[in-house]
């Protein structure tokens, strides 16, 4: 099934929302809404045409501070159907803040802790959002177009 078929699901079962679909991306990829996420995820998941029954990875992308956004990216696979797809939410710099998806596939647990570490990105209802990469004390988010690097040098802090 292509990301224009499941695009078409969507639309039928979300009238109110609007998809766009990703095609310049491998695999085929969905824009959606940041405040239908959960819903839509649980869709992908139950949908018996679908079944994404493994979320495969989520990362996170900075457009940089003049684009003023950053994206989260989830790589979706269904098993039994083969099917291969990539959910993308755009967030705003001055409000990097999406729900959580821990209680649909617990593999998210790890990962978004990942992204939030790296990104600064904040994941509503997690159930232990922290720091899982770099040290508790760290500063900012490494993976981030503003950041300032800083490094330590036997214990003490260093910015360069």
């Known amino acids: 099934m292509k990301a224009e078929e499941i695009k078409i699901l969507l639309e039928e079962n979300f009238p109110q929302k609007s998809f766009e679909v990703v095609e310049n991306a491998s ?25 994404f029954d493994m979320l495969s990875c989520i990362t996170g ?7 003023g956004n950053m994206e989260v990216i989830y790589n979706l696979y269904s098993v039994p159907n083969d099917i291969h797809l990539m959910i993308k939410v755009i967030l705003q710099r001055d409000d990097l803040k999406v729900d959580s998806l821990v209680e649909i596939w ?10 939030y570490d790296m990104y600064g990105i904040h994941f509503n209802n997690h159930p232990d959002l922290r720091r899982i990469l770099m040290p508790a004390d760290w500063e900012g988010f490494p993976l981030r177009k503003d950041y300032e690097e800083q490094t330590y040098y036997r214990g003490m802090k260093v910015k360069y």
Do not use: C
């Not at 695999?27 to 809404?33: D, E, W």
């Not at 617990?106 to 992204?115: P, S």
């Open 106 to 115: 617990k593999t998210a647990d790890w990962q978004e802790r990942e992204v």
């Open 27 to 51: 695999p085929q990829g969905i824009v959606v809404p940041a405040e239908s996420l959960v819903a839509v995820m649980d869709f992908l998941h139950t949908n018996n045409k679908l079944y």
């Open 61 to 67: 992308l900075d457009n940089g501070p003049e684009a």
